[in-house]
C-alpha cells in the first residue's frame, strides 16, 4: 500500500523536446502516491506550454514557472513547495524505470533507512553504459556512507538516483552560487545528517546522453574553481574524521593534478594551480595521505605537466575514458 507520499522535483529548461518523455516515466510509476512537482526555470521554448498541458492531465502534478535561476535554485523552489514524507529528484531530460520509487520506498522501510539510492544507466543513442547492474546490497552507516559517496566509485554523488527522508533538508538547501559540484556538496550535507542509507546496485535510473556545445576556457575554469571550493569545504569539514578527511584529501589533490595537465588557454591559472600542489607537496597531510604513486604523479604535475599530459593520453587510449560522455556523430 502506497501510505507515504514522495515528492517528486523535475527541474525544466528549455527541454521541450525530451520533457515529456521524462514525465511519461514518473506518472507510469507503479508506486502511485506521488507528488510531482516540475519547476519550469524561465524556459524560452515550449517546455512551459507542454507542462500546463500535462497538469491537465494528472491532478498529482503541480508546476511552478519562475525566472531563470540556475538548475539549483530550481530544485531548491520545489524543495520549498514539497509536502512528501520523501523527496526525489529526476532531471527533466532523463527518464526512471516504472519501479525506481517503489523499490526506493521500499528499501527506506525495510531497512529503516534515511536515504535509499541506486545504480543508473548512461543512455547514448547508439549503446547503454551500466552503473553497475550488480544487484548488490549496501547498508551504510553515516561513516561509511560519507566515504562512498567522498570516493565515487561505486556511489553517483547525483541528487537523482537517491530517496531522502524529507526530515533531512530541514535547514539544508542548494547552494545557488555553484555551477559544478552542487550536488555533491548538498549530498555530503544529507549522509552527514543520515544515520543510516542502502544501496542497490540496480540501474533504475536512465541519464540520458545529449550532444553538448563546446565549453571555453572561461566555463571550464568557473566550474574548477567551484569544483575546488567544494572539495575544500567538505575536507576542512570533515578534518577530525580521519578516514573521511583522508578520502576528501586525495579527491582534492587528483583534482589539482587534472587542472594541471587540462588544455586551458589561460596560463597564468594553471600556474596558480600549480604553485598551490606545490605546497601541498610539502603538507603533513600530503606525507600521510597520498600514496607512493601518486606521489610521484603529482610531483610531475608540478614541474613536468608535458610529461604528465602524455602519461594521461596513453592510459586514455588505452582506456577510452575521455570517450565516457562522448556522442558519436552521425
Not at 552560487?177 to 545528517?193: A, G, M, Q
Not at 605546497?279 to 614541474?303: A, G, P, R, V
Request: proline content about 2%; hydrophobic content about 35%.
Amino acid at each position: 500500500m502506497d501510505e507515504k507520499l514522495v515528492s517528486v522535483i523535475i527541474p525544466a529548461y528549455n527541454i521541450e523536446d525530451y520533457i515529456g518523455r521524462c514525465l511519461d516515466s514518473i506518472i507510469s510509476q507503479t508506486y502511485k502516491n506521488l507528488e510531482i512537482i516540475v519547476v519550469d526555470d524561465g524556459s524560452r521554448d515550449r517546455t512551459g506550454e507542454i507542462l500546463d498541458d500535462y497538469v491537465k492531465k494528472d491532478p498529482r502534478m503541480k508546476v511552478v514557472h519562475k525566472k531563470n535561476g540556475g538548475v539549483s535554485s530550481a530544485r531548491n523552489t520545489g524543495i520549498d513547495i514539497a509536502e512528501g514524507d520523501y523527496i526525489g529528484f529526476v532531471d527533466g531530460d532523463d527518464r526512471i524505470d516504472p519501479k525506481l520509487f517503489e523499490t526506493l520506498v521500499k528499501l527506506i522501510n525495510e531497512e529503516n533507512a534515511d536515504i535509499a539510492h541506486c545504480g543508473y544507466q548512461m543512455v547514448f543513442p547508439d549503446r547503454v553504459d551500466y552503473y553497475y547492474n550488480t544487484g548488490k546490497r549496501v547498508i551504510q552507516t553515516k561513516e561509511q556512507g560519507l566515504k562512498d559517496l567522498l570516493a565515487g566509485e561505486m556511489i553517483e554523488p547525483a541528487l537523482y538516483n537517491k530517496l531522502y527522508k524529507r526530515e533531512l533538508f530541514e535547514n539544508v538547501r542548494l547552494n545557488e552560487s555553484l555551477k559544478i559540484n552542487e550536488d555533491l556538496d548538498v549530498n555530503y550535507r544529507l549522509f552527514k545528517k543520515s544515520q543510516k542509507s542502502i544501496y542497490y546496485d540496480l540501474p533504475l535510473y536512465s541519464y540520458m546522453i545529449r550532444k553538448n556545445s563546446a565549453t571555453g576556457s572561461n566555463t571550464v575554469i568557473r566550474k574548477n574553481e567551484d569544483s575546488l571550493k567544494v572539495l575544500e569545504q567538505i575536507k576542512n569539514d570533515c578534518k577530525s574524521e580521519k578516514e573521511i578527511y583522508s578520502i576528501a584529501y586525495r579527491r582534492y589533490v587528483y583534482l589539482l593534478m587534472a587542472i594541471c595537465r587540462m588544455d586551458i588557454d589561460q596560463i597564468t591559472y594553471q600556474k596558480s594551480k600549480r604553485d598551490i600542489l606545490k605546497k601541498e607537496l610539502k603538507t603533513k597531510d600530503f606525507k600521510q595521505y597520498i600514496s607512493s604513486k601518486l606521489k610521484i604523479m603529482s610531483w610531475l604535475s608540478c614541474y613536468f605537466p608535458a610529461i604528465i599530459k602524455l602519461i594521461y593520453k596513453a592510459y586514455d587510449l588505452k582506456t577510452g575514458t575521455s570517450k565516457k560522455y562522448k556522442v558519436d556523430e552521425g
